[in-house]
């Protein structure tokens, strides 16, 4: 595998998150249907073929689709069979509708799990689920794929992570006296690491430039941290992602700098880079570009 | 019967000198709706009723009539009604056993004598407020405020407690929250009133965002592993939490028939095993159903009246249950809902420590609403004879390999010795052999040595 082909990040990045979640059903009691899971794929694989073909999209893949549909399968329960069909073919279709400056506004997951969430009856999210023995297998398998990748995909991660575990330190070890174990105990969250390492570091929806990319995982941490511990509400981390989404068009306009996009073959270690006004929807090349 | 190793609440015991004061299970039921709260708790405290106290941090200062001693039968009926139950298939009524009946709260000795009260001086120098007195039945309750851990745990010692080291660290995220707490002590005049040998469940209802139920300061004067048996009471959906994994209780298989005789033991050793296999880190879902009916019932569905009582708010006043085509698998008694009503129960089992559980269990009310419960099946072998019919020999060959299947669950369940259970099993029905064995034919070999 070239090191740092960013196709093969992807492919990685889809074969991790489906080993967590094949581990985690299996050994977690995920309350999740397999048949779930193939709705989630038939859903989100068809919205994506849908959309490329009305859009007359052609050299876009299906990798994003799949990692979207797992991150569904992963973050979303439901006591029905179609929830996670149509939370995975919203969040696909949102990826080619809400989009500003040539660019989609939410990650594409986080948007379809909230709508399920919030529009479709029988749908919760347990973030509670994974479990220690879990955490510590995720942390691994974190660390042992970031390794994979260069700093460029984890920048997102790790300023998010050191952002929400410097507030925590501060404002409730610190401040309010909480033992060190509760910071433990949260850092064991699978969800708060499955939100880290596969969601906010998402390259599309994040802001183009270095400093807003930062400011923005501050914010998201803030925002999930009072969420949560000040106003008591669930689902934090995803909630706070979705409203600070909105803030990315703002950033990319203030911090100039070139988009990232995806770069679908391997022999150089360079992400195709491309001025913003030139890109129209995701998974698409919009400069010439051989595909094998 | 539940391991009697444990001491827990919501808040801590605190004691004179050093007896030692212990309270097992707990049994608290959370009613929740609306950001609408009725916590009610109750406790077996044994030891001098002059030495209990009980501190749970609150949100909001609670006004008197927001207090109210309960009734403890309350727990008893809401305890049977979600408790674990045992079917067994050729009998007609399904057997039931309430293992949980084990864990109400044993009577408490008299004592005497009630500390004095401390000089508002001396309360205002140590940053703590009374913020409101009450006498609510046998409890004398203080509301307090305070701005530092060190000046509440003083007030608390000088006002008679012998706190318990660590209370100042445990109460610190509390006060920096800014919540209230509620110290209950028992009036004795009040008490000896009652006429009754036991504490009875104290109740409060508040406003809060907050729906989380407070266990770390009862970790204060534990000396092993606590448990908390919860009901939550909800409008909707099952609860779990959602700062730890929720998972619910293996349940349907198929067990030896012994465990009839030993059904307390089963599930205490279920109960541990899965505790084990979990590391004690997470919470057991044992039961969510609605409150109005059951299938099979281990007790008579609570009447609205009970319901109200344990804070369900939002029940009508008219006993009027929502009809609907869903079957009613048993009939109720007059004053019972007959069908299903808008009130939702999961009943969550925890063993805990300080390490395993180093926060508050908060909680989300899911949309989930697939019914649970912990049910455990025994099948009666058929009694007749192998020669029978030509029948009987292929059932007992089936019988045979049912019963090992049996054998390996309850091992897995409960970890218990294979060897013994399939002892057990042979002497509480031997599988009878055909006597044309050991003529050449399946079996030959049985009668060789």
Known sequence: MTKDSSKNIRIVQAFLMLSILGAGAVAKDFSLDPVQVLLAFLGGLSAQYICLRLLGIKHAGYQSAIITCIGVSLLLRSDNLYAHALAAAAAVISKFSIRISGKHVFNPANFGVLIGLSLLPGTWISAGQWGSGTALAFWLIAFGSVSLMRLRFQLMTWSFLTAYVGIFIFHRVLWMGYETSVLLHHLENGTLLLFAFFMISDPKTAPNHTAAKLLQTLIVAGTAYVWQFEFYMTNALLWSLLFASLLVPVWDRLFTAPQFEWRSFGGTNNDVVSPSHNFRTADARPIAAPVR | MLPRSASAFCGFYVAKADASLYNKASQVVLTHHDNKTVLSMMNDYKGDLTEFAMVVPVPVVLQKGQINVGDRKLFERIDAFSAPRLVEYFDPDPCQQRFAADMLMESAPMGAAVRKGMSAKRTKSLGVKVEAEYTVGEYDIVILSAKESDGLETWLQESGYNIPSGARRALKPYIKQKLKFFVAKVNLKEQAKTGLTYLRPLQFAFNSRRFMLPIRLGMINADGPQEILLYVLTKDGRVETTNYRTVKLPTGMDVPVFVKEEFKDFYRSMFDEQVRKENMKTV?????????????????????????????????????????????????????????????????????????????????ETQDRANYQARYVLRHPWKGSIDECPQAKPYFEQLKDRREREAETLASLTGWDISTIREKQQSSFEIPVSENNGNGQDGWWKNLW
């Open chain 2, 284 to 364: 057991f879902t044992e039961y969510f159903w609605n409150m109005g009916w059951c299938d099979p019932c281990a007790a008579d569905p609570l009447s609205p009246e009970e319901l109200r009582n344990l804070g369900v708010f939002w029940l009508e006043e008219p006993s009027s249950p929502i009809t609907s085509g869903r079957p009613q698998r048993r009939f109720a008694p007059p004053g019972r809902p007959s069908g299903p009503v808008p009130v939702m129960v999961t009943r969550l089992h925890l063993r805990y420590t300080p390490d395993t559980f180093p926060e508050d269990l908060f909680f989300q």
